[in-house]
């Protein structure tokens, strides 16, 4: 087991209406004003927006609000919501729906701070020393951005989309209520499933240690996700099967199950930021089609891990089968597995890996993805 530190510093409150504490939260670490960013209207249909004003006003917390947040969110919307902060009296951001909205609040909060571009960040042009604190209500499980410190943005004018890391943008208090989940599509509940089992496995096949209490983890991680997510295709409604799919979610990205690994890195998630970056898939949908084709083509560089995978996830013997299953199970819950399934023409391959190749540069992967390395990738897909 490699050495690590490991030091996750947010505070989660899980359960049944705990939104409704959000103001008397803030006002506790004497937060006066927030920046208040959620998406296209879905919390205000359910009637979550009304809650959390009315807690906001209850502790005399003020609020601007900032919504319009879109699935692979926008440098330029970011941008907007920076220019808010900065001409207001704003103390902190409280994003109140999913990962994209999540993402959105890290960003404007590192942003805000600073008079260089945001998206330097981004590029590496310039680190992030300071950002005002966040706070989340989270309403899709799936990015575990309620308890890490990352956050994803598409540049439309560049067609990049590129990542942030930082402790400094972790939230500071998240709020976990499965039950604010339940209104979640079939459509997204898939792509929220195949995103955590990514979460969970990009590390557990490439890194160079794997001591079994964390390989062990991982698996619990992908069977609790696959369980859960065909329970909630039947019954979106099961407050158990919720509550144990969003921890697995907030499990499989905020540190724990990497820990000890002895590096690794995220080759499906490079790939697939370029797919939605010129396409605008689903995060997840990108992610059913990249995982399954990576696997074929990396499993000879660790053939054991995956043999190991094939056996303690589904019971197979060969690391073939165990690929086979993850896509058999993939395409039975609704997401894509190919790139026509994805409305992606063939075409598009060298584009897409062109693309792909400047985000494994910036991860300093470059070396073992080159562009013709990709495109191999992607013509399993």
């Not at 900032?66 to 926008?74: D, T």
């Not at 207001?88 to 729906?97: E, F, R, T």
């Not at 599509?185 to 990009?202: C, G, N, P, Q, R």
């Not at 001591?211 to 369980?227: G, M, W, Y």
Request: aromatic share 10%; net charge negative; glycine share 8%.
């Amino acid at each position: 087991m490699d050495s690590f530190t490991y030091y996750n510093p947010t505070r989660i409150e899980f359960g049944r209406n705990k939104e409704n504490t959000i103001g008397e939260l803030l006002a506790q670490d004497g937060i006066k004003q927030v920046l208040l960013v959620y998406g296209t209207g879905s919390i205000k249909k359910s009637g979550l927006y009304q809650r959390v004003i009315e807690s906001l006003e209850k502790s005399c917390v003020q609020y601007v609000e900032f919504g319009g947040v879109i699935s692979n969110p926008l440098l330029s919307h970011v941008n907007e919501g920076i220019n808010l902060v900065k001409a207001n009296n704003i103390d902190a951001v409280l994003g109140v729906g999913g990962g994209s909205v999540i993402d959105s609040s890290k960003a404007i909060a590192a942003g805000a701070v600073v008079e260089t571009d945001v998206w330097d960040f981004f590029i590496n042009k310039a680190s992030i020393e300071k950002a005002l604190p966040v706070y989340t209500i989270v309403t899709l499980a799936a990015a575990a951005s309620e308890m890490n410190g990352n956050s994803v943005i598409t540049n439309e004018v560049t067609k990049q989309k590129y990542s942030i890391a930082s402790v400094l943008l972790n939230p500071k208090i998240s709020i976990v209520n499965p039950e604010l989940m339940m209104s979640v599509t079939k459509e997204y509940l898939a792509y929220s499933a195949v995103d955590i089992i990514a979460h969970s496995i990009e590390v557990y096949f490439t890194a160079v240690d794997h001591p079994n209490f964390q390989s062990r983890l991982v698996e619990s991680i992908i069977k609790t996700v696959i369980e859960t997510t065909e329970i909630l295709m039947e019954d979106p409604t099961n407050y158990d099967a919720r509550a144990e799919f969003a921890w697995a979610s907030s499990q499989a990205l905020n540190g724990l199950t990497t820990s000890g690994t002895g590096g690794g890195n995220f080759p499906n998630h490079m790939i697939e930021h370029a797919l939605s970056a010129l396409f605008n898939i689903a995060h997840g949908a990108g992610l059913a089609i990249v995982i399954p084709a990576w696997m074929k083509w990396y499993k000879e560089k660790n053939l054991s891990q995956f043999e190991r995978f094939a056996k303690e996830v589904f019971g197979k013997d060969s690391a073939d089968e165990g690929i086979t299953t993850l896509q058999r199970w993939f395409d039975s819950i609704g997401a894509p597995v190919s790139l026509p399934k994805g409305n992606i023409p063939r075409e598009a391959i060298p584009e897409i890996a062109q693309n792909a190749y400047g985000l494994a540069t910036m991860w300093g992967m470059g070396d073992a993805y080159s562009v013709k390395s990709i495109e191999e990738i992607l013509a399993y897909a």
